[in-house]
């Protein structure tokens, strides 16, 4: 299935499309009111990247009660990985997640520290959309979504990223959270 997405964004950073189907997106958005970057991105049933391949197999080797945010993320398992992770928290029932934790290398992708911010203020109306409609596939399903993204200017590629998206458990099993992890291509 193939499926096109375009949206104007007037904003420094890009916004990475949240999907919760196979297929093919574009999105394109003004950087600096200058330059059109767009994000074509697709779903991949395997990561491709070494460190979303390791992030994956973490995940896959879970404890029968899930990935625990706080016992199990973070951790020293994988601490390698941590500078690449953004863990997500609800917030009114669903409608809106809290970055709880963001790593270091994040920066690249939003050219500002996340930690705290809503998802509503990370991305435009239509992409938060997608991205809540993918978050909450991801915790019904308790089933990873991995996305392969390319942010072009025209010809040029700027960033060629996967992301990865898992299931959490919440501290003290309280409700689902979501960790993604974000490995860039050099």
């Not at 958005?29 to 390791?54: G, K, M, S, T």
């Not at 934790?101 to 050219?111: E, H």
Request: hydrophobic share 45%; proline share 6%; net charge positive.
């Amino acid at each position: 299935m193939q499926f096109c997405h375009r949206a104007r964004r007037n904003a420094p950073s890009g916004a990475n499309a949240g999907i919760t189907r196979k297929g093919l997106g574009v999105m394109t958005y003004a950087v600096d009111r200058v330059a059109e970057v767009w994000d074509v991105f697709h779903v991949l049933d395997v990561p491709r990247h070494p460190q979303a391949q390791e992030f994956l197999a973490f995940w896959k080797a879970r404890p029968k009660d899930g990935i625990v945010i706080g016992r199990d993320v973070p951790s020293r398992r994988i601490a390698g990985l941590l500078g690449h992770i953004i863990v997500f928290e609800p917030v009114d029932g669903g409608s809106d997640y809290r970055v709880r934790l963001a790593g270091d290398s994040i920066r690249l992708r939003f050219d500002r520290d996340v930690t705290g911010m809503l998802m509503s203020e990370m991305f435009p109306p239509a992409q938060f959309r997608e991205h809540i409609a993918t978050t909450l596939a991801v915790i019904s399903s308790q089933t990873p979504v991995i996305i392969d993204s390319h942010l072009t200017n025209g010809t040029v590629e700027k960033m060629h990223m996967e992301v990865v998206i898992l299931p959490a458990v919440a501290p003290y099993r309280v409700g689902n959270w979501t960790f993604v992890g974000l490995f860039y291509f050099h």
